[in-house]
C-alpha cells in the first residue's frame, strides 16, 4: 500500500464547474500537508499548504482530518489553466530529517 | 530571488552507458537539496539529499550515486545504466529544514 493515496482520475470537467480531490496518508507521524501542482512535463510547484483549519486561497480550498488521515481540495469555478495533476503531499520525521511523501497526482482536464 | 537550474533538459542514453546531470542553485547558502525521480505514472521518489558539501544521504540501494561538491552544485551520477533508470529527474531546493521545496525544471532520460 502507499503511504500517500490518490484517485489517479482523470477527472474531466466543465469550465465553471466545482470538483474535488481526495488524499489518504498511512503515516499518523505525518505533520504537515501540501497539494502541488504539476503541469505536463512539467516540474511541480506548491499550490497550497493544508492547516488542520481548513485554508482557502481564491476559489481553492483545502481540509484536513488528521483523524482520518485525509486530506481535500476543492477547486470552484473551474479555469481550463486548472487542468493539471494535483499531488498530495505530507511531511513527515524520517532519519533526522523532515521527508515529503508524494502522491502519484489526480489528473485533472477543464473543457469549454 | 532564488533559481535553480538543471541539465540537460533531455537526454536519450544506451544501456551500460555513465550518467551525470547537473544541478545548480543561485540566490541562496547553503540549502538543503534533493535529487528526486519520477516514473510515469507515479508518484515523486526521493533518492539523495543533501544538507551541506560533501553530505550525502540515500534513500533507497541503487544504480545511482549523488556528489555535492560546491555549496550550490549537486549531481546525480551513473557508472552503468539500466533500463529501469529512465524517468523524470528532479532537482529541489528548501533553506535549511524548511517545509517548502523548490523544483527545477528536470531531465527527461530515457535509457534505450
Known amino acids: 500500500r502507499k503511504e500517500v493515496e490518490q484517485d489517479p482520475g482523470p477527472f474531466n470537467v466543465p469550465e465553471g464547474a466545482t470538483v474535488a480531490f481526495n488524499c489518504t496518508y498511512s503515516?499518523?507521524?505525518?505533520?504537515?500537508f501540501f497539494w502541488y501542482r504539476q503541469d505536463c512535463r512539467k516540474e511541480p510547484k506548491l499550490l497550497m499548504s493544508?492547516?488542520?483549519s481548513g485554508n482557502e486561497d481564491g476559489r481553492f480550498t483545502a481540509q484536513l482530518n488528521r483523524a482520518s488521515q485525509y486530506i481535500s481540495l476543492l477547486i470552484r469555478d473551474s479555469k481550463l489553466s486548472d487542468s493539471a495533476t494535483y499531488l498530495c503531499?505530507?511531511?513527515?520525521?524520517?532519519?533526522?530529517?523532515?521527508?515529503?511523501?508524494f502522491g502519484a497526482g489526480t489528473r485533472l482536464a477543464v473543457h469549454p | 530571488s532564488q533559481t535553480i537550474h538543471q541539465w540537460p533538459a533531455t537526454l536519450v542514453q544506451p544501456v551500460g552507458s555513465p550518467l551525470s546531470l547537473e544541478c545548480t542553485v543561485e540566490?541562496?547558502?547553503?540549502?538543503?537539496l534533493y535529487w528526486y525521480r519520477q516514473a510515469a505514472g507515479r508518484g515523486l521518489q526521493l533518492l539523495f539529499y543533501?544538507?551541506?558539501?560533501?553530505?550525502i544521504s540515500s534513500e533507497v540501494p541503487q544504480n545511482l550515486s549523488a556528489s555535492r561538491p560546491q555549496d550550490r552544485q549537486f549531481i546525480l551520477s551513473s557508472k552503468k545504466l539500466l533500463l529501469s533508470d529512465s524517468g523524470f529527474y528532479l532537482c529541489?531546493?528548501?533553506?535549511?529544514?524548511?517545509?517548502?521545496?523548490?523544483f527545477g525544471p528536470g531531465t527527461r532520460l530515457l535509457v534505450l
Open positions: 493544508v492547516y488542520s
Open positions: 503515516n499518523s507521524a505525518s505533520q504537515s
Open positions: 540566490g541562496t547558502s547553503n540549502p538543503n
Open positions: 543533501s544538507v551541506g558539501i560533501g553530505q
Open positions: 529541489a531546493w528548501s533553506v535549511g529544514g524548511a517545509e517548502t521545496q523548490y
Open positions: 503531499v505530507v511531511r513527515r520525521p524520517s532519519g533526522g530529517y523532515n521527508k515529503l511523501i
